[in-house]
């Protein structure tokens, strides 16, 4: 006890440092769960003979004890024997102090093992950090001291993976499909996958887990096969192409099916009728023919029959539902024979259209024309609505943009109809086809960016006009209506001030998004007495709480004038995630702080022995004098122990503390000097 009492002396008044640099490390190794870890402590180096000699030091090294549970400490190394340590591992904190039992110093040779740190390993990864490595040479100086941090973590372990790609509307290799990703080294022979029956594959490998992987799709067995993946399903590779990617956690994994060079399944071909009425025309002695982005644009491969007795020319064909075609009708075999598509009815120049979710015919209109042959053309209204809620609408307003009006960005403006909703309404030509987007401002950054489900080429379109029609109202930029966006809320409340006692059903919330329940929302317990919790809230909305000591409504706290809206507290919710400032319960501010001594002109507190199993004694050496009390707080902010009679002129004291009665654990001594109001705070670790 004496060497300790010396050894905490010499620290409190030390002020300098050695010259000489110390590292100490710890590892990092892997275990199976319900292993025993051992973990060595090492002083890698400087505190041999051409080093600093070392007196006494102080570790203390944070674990995870959901992760690890502490066995004890071993294997000390000879010439610092167990019996010139004390150490504990309650709490998530391995403490260990040794001062040389000659109070002289020991030449530590470079990589000795100090002790090995013993656990219970229980699945998992748990960091091995020192928050203390303090060395101290000949005088009790500190030695500059680099610490190594290590950790304990689970031995990995492989899962089984299965991929699964539909190729039913490819024509398969006759060398197979195949699996290449950054699992085989992009070796796109090295796996290959079983044909399951209509055009379905899938293979299955063993992946490490907790990894993130990328992959393709080959058809074929060569880089030539590599299926093209769309952006919007894929990461970059550094090519400017696009790979798969999937993270793979700890259990077997099944990968969705998805279609060959797409992000989702393969879609359901429907039968599109496509018509075409050559009554006004001579056709060519080579036919009629269909082309358009489903054949490549081949003018003679797709030809069109004539039907019945008129002059009308069908050809059907099987394509994808919700996929965007363009075509035109060809009298004869060559580009030179394609129609010129009016504008009213064209995008690019061509016809237009996107696949339904059935089979559809499409009307019989005359060749180069956008109504049928003989009629006389109907014009038809069409309103468009927009919701800007998620939005700042620029002061230059809401316009719309398309195809009808020359993608004019500011020529266009839509009209306000309240609630942040926008109308325009255009009348348009029978069996037109329009794209079109809309603009925040009047210039072409404004534009929406849409998703790729709801857009053609970037934009929102509609197809063949042939009514008035009110357009199904959208959230700027979305293929939705507007939700309302929310961001994560902290709560934070201070309960170390005022002499609030902590009741032991706990520290809650209540507010005006929780139905005013003082028991439905816990707050969690931090650094002894600080409490938070965590909430998503509505951008933008306002809202009222209280902090509740307890869980029922006898708890709430009053809360002042100056800061409250009736009774309670009160904010708008911003648009970002947000921490609100730590108040201290019922007070407008947060709890005063106490002075941590810092420096040789404010009170200096040391306890002694720290970490204890029985009683210490505290030393303190003020420059103030006045009453003086002393508290001992436990983690839930509990008085365990208290002395208030205590009235010290300047100069230093020894006060015994009762801490043999405590139960393990840290806790915190606070000695508050009454008449000065300085408050200077220690922790205290309590062993077994």
């Given at each position: 006890?004496?060497?300790?009492?010396?050894?905490?002396?010499?620290?409190?008044?030390?002020?300098g440092?050695?010259?000489?640099?110390?590292?100490?490390?710890?590892?990092?190794?892997?275990?199976n769960?319900?292993?025993?870890?051992?973990?060595?402590?090492?002083?890698?180096?400087?505190?041999?003979?051409?080093?600093?000699?070392?007196?006494?030091?102080?570790?203390?090294?944070?674990?995870?004890?959901?992760?690890?549970?502490?066995?004890?400490?071993?294997?000390?190394?000879?010439?610092?024997?167990a019996?010139?340590?004390?150490?504990?591992?309650?709490?998530?904190?391995?403490?260990?102090?040794?001062?040389d039992?000659?109070?002289?110093?020991?030449?530590?040779?470079?990589?000795?093992?100090l002790?090995?740190?013993?656990?219970?390993?229980?699945?998992?990864?748990?960091?091995?950090?020192?928050?203390?490595?303090?060395?101290?040479?000949?005088?009790?100086?500190?030695?500059?001291?680099?610490?190594?941090?290590?950790?304990?973590?689970?031995?990995?372990?492989?899962?089984?993976?299965?991929?699964?790609?539909?190729?039913?509307?490819?024509?398969?290799?006759?060398n197979?499909?195949?699996?290449?990703?950054?699992?085989?080294?992009?070796?796109c022979?090295?796996?290959?996958?079983?044909?399951?029956?209509?055009?379905?594959?899938?293979?299955?490998?063993?992946?490490?887990?907790?990894?993130?992987?990328?992959?393709?799709?080959?058809?074929?067995?060569?880089?030539?096969?590599?299926?093209?993946?769309?952006?919007?399903?894929?990461?970059?590779?550094?090519t400017?192409?696009?790979?798969?990617?999937?993270?793979?956690?700890?259990?077997?994994?099944?990968?969705?099916?998805?279609?060959?060079?797409?992000?989702?399944?393969?879609?359901?071909?429907?039968?599109?009728?496509?018509?075409?009425?050559?009554?006004?025309?001579?056709?060519?002695?080579?036919?009629?023919?269909?082309?358009?982005?489903?054949?490549?644009?081949?003018?003679?491969?797709?030809?069109?029959?004539?039907?019945?007795?008129?002059?009308?020319?069908?050809?059907?064909?099987?394509?994808?539902?919700?996929?965007?075609?363009?075509?035109?009708?060809?009298?004869?075999?060559?580009?030179?024979?394609?129609?010129?598509?009016?504008?009213?009815?064209?995008?690019?120049?061509?016809?237009?259209?996107?696949?339904?979710?059935?089979?559809?015919?499409?009307?019989?209109?005359?060749?180069?024309?956008?109504?049928?042959?003989?009629?006389?053309?109907?014009?038809?209204?069409?309103?468009?609505?927009?919701?800007?809620?998620?939005?700042?609408?620029?002061?230059?307003?809401?316009?719309?943009?398309?195809?009808?009006?020359?993608?004019q960005?500011?020529?266009?403006?839509?009209?306000?109809?309240?609630?942040?909703?926008?109308?325009?309404?255009?009348?348009?030509?029978?069996?037109?086809?329009?794209?079109?987007?809309?603009?925040?401002?009047n210039?072409?950054a404004?534009?929406?960016?849409?998703?790729?489900?709801?857009?053609?080429?970037?934009?929102?379109?509609?197809?063949?006009?042939?009514?008035?029609?009110?357009?199904?109202?959208?959230?700027?930029?979305?293929?939705?209506?507007?939700?309302?966006?929310?961001?994560?809320?902290?709560?934070?409340?201070?309960?170390?001030?005022?002499?609030?006692?902590?009741?032991?059903?706990?520290?809650?919330?209540?507010?005006?998004?929780?139905?005013?329940?003082?028991?439905?929302?816990?707050?969690?317990?931090?650094?002894?007495?600080?409490?938070?919790?965590?909430?998503?809230?509505?951008?933008?909305?306002?809202?009222?709480?209280?902090?509740?000591?307890?869980?029922?409504?006898?708890?709430?706290?009053?809360?002042?004038?100056?800061?409250?809206?009736?009774?309670?507290?009160f904010?708008?919710?911003?648009?970002?995630?947000?921490?609100?400032?730590?108040?201290?319960?019922?007070?407008?501010?947060?709890?005063?702080?106490?002075?941590?001594?810092?420096?040789?002109?404010?009170?200096?507190?040391?306890?002694?022995?720290?970490?204890?199993?029985?009683?210490?004694?505290?030393?303190?050496?003020?420059?103030?004098?006045?009453?003086?009390?002393?508290?001992?707080?436990n983690?839930?902010?509990?008085?365990?122990?208290?002395?208030?009679?205590l009235?010290?002129?300047?100069?230093?004291?020894?006060?015994?503390?009762?801490?043999?009665?405590?139960?393990?654990?840290?806790?915190?001594?606070?000695?508050?000097?009454?008449?000065?109001?300085?408050?200077?705070k220690?922790?205290?670790?309590?062993?077994?």
């Open positions: 006890m004496k060497k300790i009492l010396v050894f905490l002396l010499l620290i409190g008044i030390s002020c440092l050695s010259a000489q640099m110390i590292t100490v490390s710890v590892p990092t190794i892997t275990a769960p319900g292993e025993t870890v051992n973990v060595p402590v090492t002083l890698v180096s400087g505190a041999g003979s051409s080093g600093t000699p070392i007196g006494a030091c102080d570790l203390n090294i944070n674990y995870d004890d959901d992760v690890l549970t502490y066995i004890g400490l071993t294997n000390f190394y000879a010439n610092m024997p019996g010139e340590w004390i150490y504990s591992g309650n709490l998530s904190m391995v403490a260990a102090n040794w001062i039992g000659a109070l002289s110093t020991e030449a530590v040779p470079d990589g000795t093992v002790f090995v740190m013993q656990f219970t390993y229980n699945g998992g990864n748990s960091d091995l950090a020192f928050s203390k490595y303090e060395f101290y040479d000949a005088d009790y100086l500190l030695v500059p001291t680099t610490p190594v941090n290590g950790a304990v973590n689970q031995n990995a372990i492989a899962f089984d993976v299965t991929f699964r790609v539909d190729l039913s509307h490819e024509s398969v290799s006759p197979g499909v195949h699996l290449a990703g950054s699992f085989n080294i992009w070796d022979s090295a796996n290959p996958m079983t044909n399951d029956g209509n055009g379905l594959y899938s293979t299955t490998i063993p992946l490490e887990e907790n990894s993130v992987f990328t992959y393709r799709y080959v058809n074929g067995n060569d880089a030539s096969g590599l299926e093209n993946v769309p952006a919007e399903c894929g990461v970059l590779n550094g400017g192409e696009y790979d798969r990617e999937f993270s793979l956690g700890s259990a077997p994994f099944i990968l969705d099916t998805v279609c060959f060079s797409r992000c989702e399944n393969c879609p359901t071909l429907h039968e599109v009728t496509f018509r075409v009425d050559m009554i006004n025309q001579s056709v060519s002695v080579d036919g009629m023919h269909l082309a358009g982005s489903f054949n490549n644009w081949s003018y003679n491969s797709t030809p069109m029959t004539l039907v019945g007795a008129g002059a009308v020319y069908e050809v059907t064909l099987a394509l994808d539902e919700s996929e965007y075609y363009e075509f035109k009708f060809i009298n004869g075999n060559t580009a030179q024979d394609a129609e010129i598509v009016p504008a009213g009815c064209s995008n690019n120049g061509n016809r237009y259209f996107t696949v339904p979710a059935t089979n559809l015919i499409l009307d019989a209109y005359c060749f180069g024309e956008c109504v049928e042959c003989g009629n006389l053309p109907e014009f038809f209204d069409i309103t468009f609505e927009v919701d800007m809620t998620n939005e700042t609408i620029s002061p230059d307003g809401i316009h719309i943009a398309g195809s009808f009006q020359g993608w960005p500011g020529t266009t403006p839509m009209v306000n109809q309240g609630g942040n909703l926008f109308t325009y309404t255009v009348t348009l030509l029978e069996g037109s086809s329009i794209e079109y987007r809309y603009v925040n401002g210039t072409s404004g534009y929406e960016t849409l998703p790729g489900e709801c857009s053609v080429n970037g934009n929102r379109y509609f197809n063949s006009v042939s009514a008035d029609t009110l357009l199904p109202e959208v959230c700027f930029a979305s293929c939705d209506t507007c939700q309302i966006p929310e961001v994560m809320v902290t709560f934070g409340v201070d309960m170390s001030g005022n002499g609030v006692v902590i009741s032991p059903d706990g520290i809650h919330l209540a507010g005006s998004f929780q139905g005013w329940d003082p028991a439905s929302t816990p707050m969690n317990a931090g650094n002894f007495s600080n409490y938070t919790v965590t909430l998503p809230l509505q951008v933008g909305s306002v809202q009222q709480f209280r902090f509740v000591n307890g869980n029922t409504a006898a708890g709430y706290e009053i809360v002042p004038f100056e800061c409250a809206d009736g009774d309670n507290r904010f708008t919710v911003p648009a970002a995630d947000t921490a609100m400032t730590m108040v201290c319960f019922g007070s407008c501010d947060p709890c005063p702080q106490s002075v941590i001594y810092e420096n040789s002109d404010l009170p200096v507190l040391i306890i002694y022995p720290n970490p204890s199993s029985g009683d210490s004694r505290l030393k303190l050496r003020s420059h103030e004098s006045g009453a003086v009390t002393v508290r001992i707080y983690v839930q902010g509990n008085i365990v122990f208290r002395n208030d009679v009235h010290f002129s300047p100069g230093s004291y020894e006060i015994p503390l009762e801490t043999a009665t405590l139960q393990p654990g840290i806790y915190m001594v606070v000695v508050l000097n009454e008449m000065s109001g300085i408050t200077v220690q922790k205290f670790v309590r062993t077994n």
